[in-house]
């Protein structure tokens, strides 16, 4: 679960949108208001606010977000439990407060609204509230059960170390049993095989790189694999060719059949490259190898 806080000045317009019908709204929390429409309950609020005036942000905004899987396991009376418990970890018992969840996306999540200022006209202090937020909820999750923060964290991160594995994969597979002459005919193969790869074009339209798109997951070259940085995957794809990479004038490469200019670090680092290469070579012939 997630929790976002944070301190506001438009009370009743945040309401508003809490309550909004068109989200399938259910009021899960409601404490120390009487009022049956956000300008009632705004009114409310301004009541007791009126007693700090130096106080401008004077409602407390939050958002707490259990996983899509926890969200649609959640009863109306555990998500109130859920933000019950919230409130009590942020030491905000005893104030007025609204709470309403959020069914219109598959994401179900609560919109609470707690008042600032308490009944003896003291501000609560907001330093650090999203932070605090963070924390709380965590405690929260841990407290009923709920996939924490952290634990989501992880598991993406297990998730992105498998897409940039299947990636790579595909990558060698392609790159041995077709032995691609070009980059038409790598995007092309790669294709059959589910992976877009995509020119990273800058804004001097210039070519700077690649990126691989996999059953929704969207990764520069360099993220998959250091090997696959747009100036090594040109090196590559070179090496099946009976020539070598000679960056003309232009430092232009064929790219979706038209001449595409490399960016200034791209075309440097193949540079290095057929230098490199040169000199090795050179040191070849003079050894006799």
């Not at 018992?93 to 600032?116: G, L």
């Amino acid at each position: 679960m997630i929790g976002k806080g944070r301190s506001i000045a438009y009370t009743q317009a945040s309401i508003a949108y809490g309550w909004n019908k068109d989200k399938d709204t259910e009021i899960v929390l409601k404490e120390y208001l009487m009022g049956e429409t956000p300008r009632e309950i705004a009114s409310e609020f301004e009541i007791i606010q009126a007693q700090n005036s130096r106080c401008r942000n004077n409602t407390l905004s939050f958002v707490l977000s259990p996983t899509i899987e926890d969200g649609n396991d959640l009863s109306q009376d555990e998500l109130r439990e859920m933000t019950q418990r919230f409130i009590n970890e942020m030491e905000l018992q005893n104030r007025q407060a609204i709470a309403f969840v959020h069914r219109d996306k598959e994401h179900t999540h609560v919109h609470a609204y707690v008042n600032r200022i308490d009944f003896n006209g003291v501000a609560y202090n907001d330093s650090f509230i999203g932070k605090r937020s963070q924390h709380a909820a965590e405690r929260v999750a841990h407290e009923m059960g709920l996939t924490t923060v952290r634990e989501v964290q992880e598991q993406k991160l297990l998730e992105i170390q498998s897409i940039r594995q299947k990636i790579r994969d595909i990558h060698k597979e392609v790159m041995k049993e077709y032995e691609p002459k070009d980059f038409d005919q790598y995007i092309k193969r790669m294709k059959q095989r589910e992976v877009d790869v995509i020119p990273s074009i800058n804004r001097s339209k210039k070519l700077q790189g690649f990126r691989f798109e996999y059953k929704g997951h969207n990764l520069k070259g360099s993220e998959v694999h250091r090997s696959m940085s747009g100036g090594k995957l040109v090196i590559e794809i070179s090496k099946n060719t009976s020539r070598e990479i000679f960056l003309k004038q232009g430092k232009a490469i064929e790219l979706l059949g038209k001449a595409t200019e490399l960016s200034a670090n791209m075309a440097l680092g193949i540079t290095k490259h057929v230098i490199k290469r040169a000199i090795q070579k050179g040191l070849d012939i003079g050894m006799g190898i």
